[in-house]
Structures are given as structure tokens and as C-alpha cells.
């Protein structure tokens, strides 16, 4: 490369990363407090360094130069010189070789070696020590790349809110024990893409997959020296860049076929984005990219104390999203996944970081006001882990109109009623109905509740049902990682059991949790694997564990209880989609009558007597009914009657009046689904202990 020219063209300051334009490549990088930066030119292996030239221009502290002739497959990264003054929070160190924040894609892994700290390891001084060896050896390299794909007739589904159902899965841990597709592909977008993957979704009934992390990541150190990986990826190396190890050809098409195919299946494609912190971690992390380029410009440092940082993340350090220039950063990164890869949302980790200024978590943040008047971004679904760890950080129900939020309260009150707690029937019924305490507010929308009963960090489903506490010795910290409270019961068994009354109750209880989920406003959310019984055996925190811990067992699927859960979770989700009076897409106040003697809401006790304000309060209260009724799309008023008993007992419940046409939607009672669709005839109803019954009707005006 150096044959061509010894020096670089002034180029342009945007776009931002590199952009081919057919002659050449324009290299563009910001640095506020930089002096000079070098362009690093690598052999294609990434090994051997061919040339370093200095960006030529800084406009508006963005520094460019064009490289004529260059062309996509051009390794690179850059070099930044500075003050090292730690106190002051400048770290510049040029002998650290540096990713570029807008690299699109990867060659090499970082080899964990002293070189990579600024600071000399070991020195009395710690960080404020300057550390004088190349890095390079050690480090990634960028590739400039051209992210241009035919699309054809590609259109995103764009699924109503109040139509969505989400399968959150690892790309990795999706298909790896996927017997049916050929090693090499297995834990990639090819695999994901595959039609044997595809047709599980669709024939579950899902309409959007979310995919945890799938930016680049780092293996961190302290997990590479107890033999361990970081397998959820939450540690981002690099916001533009998939990672490598999820492309099955080393290309980004690969990402793209499987969105393209995806699409054609009607499922969305929702992407896990970490933008709260980075993988530098604290002062004492490794330099790799944003630390080296300008590191008190990207973090959030502690006024007064600018050698520490703000950890609102516990992760060591905060991305500095007042700073603009950070900001466009994400922004630009969200908009490229979405016009490059048609990606139809985002669930933002840590999400209430995103939106803290200098005062705390505001609603009214730059970064949602940029997010939620973007032309591209605010039409996309924007889900937001709404809290953090910094003060003031759970903000549940205070994000703005535009977002949806995990909602964990909705998965504590479940877990919690079915295990049998007292006292749950009245935060059980704000659950059941969208959590209008919560988000009943600025003209938000009951989808704004994610409701889920698992998710990646925690117990499984099966795991919930079969565990009392946590099992995390694999992780090698002594099991004192992960929540030790779970809202969990093992039943009678701590684990695996061959006890038939004990396995039969967990079957019947995760059957119950099921039906509640997907009876109950907002938008629902499935763990992948749960569909089948999937476990991890009790380890709440399988952050580190890429392997068949934490991979998805196929196999439950051709097992007598994994292959019944999973019927049994298709036609549930089934009558979710059929019926309107499930999903519900205003709060509901009980106050529209559409048929006489029926409101859009009532709420019954097993007498099917109105519940009266003593009732709510009984905290031995296990049981509880709630209709609900809305016009359908036929004009026709399509009816549910959902009965709940979490009691040890079987209940007989009384159908409280009018008399409808009543049909059995389903009986988590009843694992074979032997009388659904069947009438029902009678005005009373047994109930099995711990289970839940839906009926349905459908009336004419």
C-alpha cells in the first residue's frame, strides 16, 4: 500500500469511518484533544504493519485523509498522540495500536498481553505510569468494507405492537446443538437463516426474534485466565462491527441473507445493543479504541477526579452520551444496522444509562429526544432495559412515549403467585392488564410492558419450577454471582427428579406461567428453549458459560414432556394471535359496556361474584377470574373468561353472568389439550390445583 503513495489526501470529514467511493477510500475519525493521528496500514493477514501516515486534516476536531486507489478489503487501525495526563483524564499513548469506532468488520482477536494497557503493569505508579510498548501484535485489525446488498423486494414485516410476540435467543447458543445443520455453520447467521430454524418460529407463532449482543465483543481477561468465555457479550469492542465469530463466511452478507429470510417468514429482527458502556472497563482496562483516541471525551468522568470514571454500569465506565460527538456515534450506529441490515428494533441494555445527564435519568435526555424525532429510528420498535445501577437508576414505567420496557415486575408477580406468595392478587391484576400503573400515562400503549418470565439473565422456565436456589459453581466465583432471590421453587426436589407427582406439578405450574403470559396485555416475551423445557441446571448467571449449559438442547423436542410443552406453547400462542379480547391495544377501565352485562373488563372471584375492595385485600386470595371483551375483526365482541388458581387444591369456580357461549380455549390442567375446543355447557367449573383455564366466546353486537 505504501507503494502507492507515502502520504494521504485531505479528504472529508464525513462521513464518519471509511467510505469507498471507487477510487479511493476516505478515512474520517474524532478526537478532541489528539494532536496527531496516524493510519495504520496492515498486510491482509493482519500480522506485518506496511506504512503509517498522518491524517492530513482536522475539521471541527474530526480527523480525515483520503487514500487513493485503496480499496474494500484494506486492513487498518489507528494511532493517537496526546497528553498523557491521567489526572486530567487524557490517555493518549501513540505506541497502542487503536480499533476505529465505525469499523465495520473485524480480522483477528485480541491476544490478551501487557502491551495492551497504556500504563505499565506492575509500576508503583499504576495508570499514571506510561507504558512505551506496540500493541499491535496483540490487537484486532479494521477492514474497510462495502456493506452493499441487493434487498430485492425485501419489506420488513413492520408487526403492530399489539400483534408481537418475542423470542429472545443468543446467536450462538441458538443452534449449536442443532444436529441437523452442518458444523461449520452452527452459532451463525447462516444457521439462523436456515430453514429448519425458520420454521420452529414460525410454526411457534413468533413474530420477532431478539438476538442478544451481536457487536463485536472482547473475551476479557479475567475470564481468558480461568478458562471461561464471555458468552452473553455484553462487553462491546466495536458498535459497527457484527462479531466475527457470527459469520459463517466472514462477510456481512451473511447478516443480511438471514434478515432477508427472516423477513420472508414474516419474523422481525430485534437486535440487543449495548451502548452504555464499553469493553475498556475502569482506569486500569485495557487501551483498544475510544480510550486511546480520546478518553475524556467518550466516558463520563467523576468532576474533580478525572483519572476516575462514572461506573453507572458496574462495568467500569459510562459512555459519555452528553458529549455530541459520542451521541452522532450511536445514532449513526443505530441507523446503519437499520438502512445496511433492515434491522426492525432495538432492546437497549441498561437503557436507563442511555438517558441520565449530568442531573441523573432524564425522559427528556438528548439521547431520546435525538432517538425519538429521527425519521428512521423513531418508526423502529425501541424496547429499553430500564434500569441501571447508578442512583436513581430503576426507572420502570418513566421512559417516553416511542419505547417499551422490560418490565421485570410483571415476571416477580407471576413467579410469585404461582409459587403460592400471599397477597398477590392486586398487583397480579395491574399485570394482567398491561400494567396501566406503570405505563397508563402520556397516551402510552399497553405493548409498552414487556412481559416476560424469563429471559437470559436468570432462571430458565424450567429452572424456575425446579430450583430454589442458585447454581452457579461452573462460573468459578464460589456461587456468589447472580441474584440469590429467584421467586422460585423446587417443588419437593432441588433439581433433577424422577418423582412423577413432583415432575407432573413443575409441568402443570410452567403450563399455568405460560397461559398467564400469553393471556395478559403488553407484549409478550419467550426465552428460547423455554417453548421445550430447557435448563441450565440452576445457574442464574451462565454469562461465562459457552457451552451445553447454556446451548439450546434440541433433543427435548423429541422427548414426551418437551414435545407436549411445546404443543401445548404453539396453541397457546395461537389463540393469542386468533383472539383480540387476549391482546388488547388501549388500558382497560372497566367503564364500556359492550354487550349488556359485559364491560371491556371485569374482574370475578371463583363465586362469580364482582370483586368487592375486601376481597383484593385477603392476602390468602389464590384465586382469581378476569373477562375481557373487545371487538373483534369480524365486528363480532370476542370474549375471554381467564380463571387462575394457584392454590394446592382443586377450586370449583362458578362463570359469573351473562351466559356466553363458552368454548375451552385451554387448561394448563390439561397436558394432552384433549378438550380443547370442546363447549361448555355447565356454570361451574373445577380447577385443578396450580393450573389455569381459558375460555373464549364470540357474540354478535
Known amino acids: 500500500m505504501t507503494q502507492l503513495t507515502d502520504r494521504l489526501l485531505p479528504g472529508h470529514p464525513y462521513p464518519l469511518g471509511t467510505n ?57 487501525g489507528y494511532r493517537a498522540y496526546g497528553p498523557y495526563e491521567p489526572r486530567h483524564g487524557h490517555r493518549f499513548n501513540p505506541n497502542k495500536l487503536l480499533l476505529d469506532p465505525y469499523a465495520r468488520l473485524l480480522t483477528g482477536n485480541v491476544r490478551w498481553t501487557d502491551a495492551l494497557y497504556g500504563y505499565r503493569l506492575g509500576s508503583t505508579r499504576r495508570d499514571l505510569s506510561f507504558d512505551r510498548r506496540d500493541s499491535a501484535a496483540a490487537m484486532p485489525k479494521a ?33 449449536m446443538r442443532r444436529d441437523d445443520i452442518v458444523h461449520p455453520e452452527r452459532g451463525t447467521f447462516a444457521a439462523l437463516a436456515d430453514w429448519r430454524v425458520i420454521e420452529h418460529l414460525t410454526s411457534l407463532g413468533i413474530t420477532a426474534i431478539e438476538l442478544m449482543p451481536i457487536h463485536s465483543f472482547l473475551q476479557d481477561h479475567f475470564l481468558v485466565q480461568r478458562g471461561l468465555r464471555n458468552y452473553w457479550g455484553y462487553s462491546t469492542l466495536g458498535f459497527f462491527a457484527p462479531e466475527p465469530g457470527y459469520l459463517s463466511d466472514g462477510t456481512l452478507a451473511d447478516i443480511q441473507v438471514a434478515v432477508r429470510r427472516l423477513h420472508a417468514a414474516g419474523i422481525e429482527v430485534i437486535l440487543d ?27 463520563r468522568l467523576i468532576p474533580g477526579d478525572e483519572r476516575h470514571l462514572i461506573n453507572d454500569t458496574g462495568c467500569g465506565n459510562t459512555l459519555n452520551l452528553s458529549h455530541p460527538r459520542v451521541l452522532q456515534m450511536v445514532m449513526d450506529s443505530l441507523r446503519y444496522w437499520v438502512k445496511n441490515f433492515h434491522i426492525d428494533g432495538f432492546r437497549f441494555d441498561l437503557g ?42 430503576y426507572q420502570l414505567g418513566s421512559h417516553p412515549p416511542g419505547f417499551s420496557e422490560w418490565n421485570d415486575k410483571y415476571r416477580d408477580c407471576i413467579r410469585r403467585f404461582w409459587r403460592g406468595d400471599d397477597g398477590q392478587c ?74 412423577e407427582e ?102 370475578f372471584d371463583e363465586s362469580g361474584t364482582a370483586m368487592e375492595p375486601g376481597s383484593w385485600e385477603d392476602p390468602a386470595r389464590r384465586t382469581l377470574a378476569l373477562r375481557r371483551a373487545a371487538i373483534g375483526q369480524d365486528g363480532r365482541v370476542d370474549i375471554a373468561l381467564l380463571l387462575l388458581n394457584a392454590s394446592p387444591e382443586e377450586v370449583l369456580f ?47 353486537r
Open 20 to 76: 469507498w467511493d471507487g477510487l479511493g477510500v476516505n478515512f474520517a475519525v474524532f478526537s478532541a484533544n489528539a494532536e496527531r493521528i496516524d493510519l495504520c496500514i496492515f498486510d491482509p493477514s493482519g500480522r506485518r504493519e506496511l506504512g503509517r501516515l498522518p491524517l492530513p486534516e482536522c475539521t471541527d476536531e474530526i480527523w480525515h485523509g483520503y487514500l487513493p486507489d485503496a480499496k474494500p478489503g484494506l486492513v487498518y
Open 273 to 299: 445493543v449495548v451502548y452504555n458502556h464499553t469493553c475498556e472497563g475502569n482506569e486500569l482496562g485495557p487501551t483498544l479504541s475510544f480510550r486511546g483516541l480520546d478518553h475524556a471525551s467518550y466516558y
Open 426 to 499: 392486586p398487583d397480579l391484576a395491574a399485570r394482567l392488564t398491561g400494567s396501566g400503573d406503570l405505563f397508563d400515562h402520556r397516551r402510552r400503549r399497553p405493548w409498552a410492558s414487556v412481559n416476560f418470565l424469563a429471559a437470559h439473565d436468570g432462571f430458565t422456565l424450567q429452572d424456575v419450577v425446579s430450583y430454589e436456589t442458585k447454581h452457579n459453581e461452573a462460573n468459578d466465583e464460589n456461587n456468589n454471582d447472580g441474584h440469590s432471590e429467584n421467586l422460585s421453587a423446587n417443588w419437593g426436589h432441588e433439581g433433577e427428579t424422577e418423582d
Open 352 to 393: 436507563a444509562n442511555l438517558g441520565r445527564e449530568g442531573t441523573g435519568f432524564d425522559p427528556g435526555s438528548g439521547w431520546f429526544d435525538a432517538i425519538r424525532q429521527d425519521p428512521l429510528l423513531s418508526r423502529v420498535k425501541l424496547i429499553s432495559e430500564p434500569w441501571d445501577v447508578g442512583p436513581g437508576g
Open 654 to 700: 362458578t362463570l359469573p353472568p351473562p351466559t356466553c357461549p363458552w368454548h375451552l380455549g385451554i387448561d394448563s390442567g390439561d397436558a394432552g389439550l384433549q378438550r380443547i375446543g370442546q363447549a361448555v355447557e355447565s356454570e361451574t367449573l373445577a380447577l385443578a390445583a396450580e393450573a389455569a383455564i381459558l375460555l373464549l366466546a364470540t357474540r354478535d
Open 143 to 175: 477492514v474497510v468494507c462495502d456493506p452493499a446488498f441487493n434487498w430485492g423486494d425485501d419489506q420488513p414485516p413492520e408487526t403492530d405492537w399489539s400483534q408481537t410476540v418475542i423470542y429472545e435467543a443468543h446467536m450462538r447458543g441458538l443452534t
Open 502 to 603: 413432583i415432575l407432573n406439578k413443575r409441568d402443570r405450574l410452567k403450563r399455568s406461567m405460560l397461559v398467564t403470559l400469553f393471556s395478559s396485555m403488553g407484549t409478550p416475551m419467550l426465552l428460547a428453549g423455554d417453548e421445550f423445557g430447557r435448563t441450565q441446571a440452576g445457574n442464574n448467571n451462565a454469562y461465562c458459560q459457552d457451552n451445553e449449559l447454556s446451548w439450546i438442547d434440541w433433543s427435548l423436542l423429541t422427548s414426551p414432556r418437551g414435545g407436549s410443552l411445546l404443543g401445548f406453547t404453539k396453541h397457546m400462542i395461537d389463540l393469542r394471535h386468533q383472539h383480540s379480547s387476549l391482546r388488547g391495544n388501549r388500558f382497560l377501565h372497566g367503564q364500556v359496556e359492550l354487550l349488556p352485562g359485559i364491560f371491556d373488563i371485569n374482574w
